[in-house]
T-cell receptor
Framework: DTGVSQDPRHKITKRGQNVTFRCDPISEHNRLYWYRQTLGQGPEFLTYFQNEAQLEKSRLLSDRFSAERPKGSFSTLEIQRTEQGDSAMYLC???????????????FGSGTQLSVL | GESVGLHLPTLSVQEGDNSIINCAYSNSASDYFIWYKQESGKGPQFIIDIRSNMDKRQGQRVTVLLNKTVKHLSLQIAATQPGDSAVYFCAENRNAGNMLTFGGGTRLMVKP
């Protein structure tokens, strides 16, 4: 399977615990995105990387959220001191960079479903 | 578990009929639009895209129409099949930004 891969698929944790999710993008894509999706809503942008550089992180929900992409390949999203409101689907997507006259088509993984008890 | 909601606007169509799903966008600076399909437990799947210099684009059984005057986007699915049952999202991208902004989604239910 050469699509975007996310691990784990499901995570159940207790409030206050830290969690980390991993995303492996499509290998030739240099842009990687994290989105969050809650029940009944469309995906909500969190942050993105071009190679190892995090170019936008102002949309991360709080300072408890952080993301890394140390070698420009896989990425991790960490949530510290989880709260019940963090329960959601966390989606990763990757793409080629946008070029003039063309849009940026994102390819999504199947997501990590987080449940905070 | 469910990754898409139970309280979305719902369109119910008979198998074989055509479906039209509508989307209103708010940012007149958006210049690229995508329709995604999301099945239960899966991430959004690309269906078709359109740039703002076009008003219509056709794919296999799908057509996207863009009306920039009223900031409206629609997805037409011909000969709807049971496998088309899913939640459909439109997304927009502004030229100056790099994030896709998603709409609220419509659930399509296909009756056999």
């Amino acid at each position: 399977d050469t699509g975007v891969s996310q691990d784990p698929r499901h995570k159940i944790t207790k409030r206050g615990q830290n969690v980390t999710f991993r995303c492996d993008p499509i290998s030739e894509h240099n842009r990687l995105y994290w989105y969050r999706q809650t029940l009944g809503q469309g995906p909500e942008f969190l942050t993105y990387f071009q190679n190892e550089a995090q170019l936008e992180k102002s949309r991360l929900l709080s300072d408890r959220f952080s993301a890394e992409r140390p070698k420009g390949s896989f990425s991790t999203l960490e949530i510290q001191r989880t709260e019940q409101g963090d329960s959601a689907m966390y989606l990763c997507a990757s793409s080629y960079p946008r070029v003039r006259g063309r849009g940026e088509k994102l390819f999504f993984g199947s997501g990590t479903q987080l449940s905070v008890l | 578990g469910e990754s898409v909601g139970l309280h979305l606007p719902t369109l119910s169509v008979q198998e074989g009929d055509n479906s039209i799903i509508n989307c209103a966008y708010s940012n007149s600076a958006s210049d690229y639009f995508i329709w995604y399909k999301q099945e239960s437990g899966k991430g959004p799947q690309f269906i078709i895209d359109i740039r703002s210099n076009m008003d219509k684009r056709q794919g296999q059984r799908v057509t996207v129409l863009l009306n920039k005057t009223v900031k409206h986007l629609s997805l037409q699915i011909a000969a709807t099949q049971p496998g088309d049952s899913a939640v459909y999202f439109c997304a927009e991208n502004r030229n100056a930004g790099n994030m896709l902004t998603f709409g609220g989604g419509t659930r399509l239910m296909v009756k056999p």
